[in-house]
């Protein structure tokens, strides 16, 4: 007879952010980042928002243009 492991419940959301493939959006990494970003977007350029970033975060923190670009493709391009 095979043994199985024992199922310990968890949420949905939480099963599948385990199995994600990649990595997430640098931009989501950082939740200061994520949060300026959101607030950024309906009045910055993308550029505008890297540059942004870089000054207040650093550059280590901050995500470049593209980033920028994806996470907005990702989360508000059918808005």
């Known amino acids: 007879m095979k043994k199985t492991a024992k199922r310990v419940p968890i949420e949905a959301a ?30 910055m350029t993308f550029q505008a928002i890297a540059d942004a970033c870089i000054e207040r975060f650093g550059p280590g923190r901050a995500p470049g243009k593209s980033a920028v670009h994806r996470y907005w493709s990702a989360f508000h391009k059918g808005e």
């Open 14 to 43: 939480e099963h599948r952010r385990r199995h994600l493939r990649g990595v997430p959006h640098k931009v989501l990494r950082d939740p200061e980042v994520a949060a300026f970003v959101e607030g950024a977007l309906a009045s």
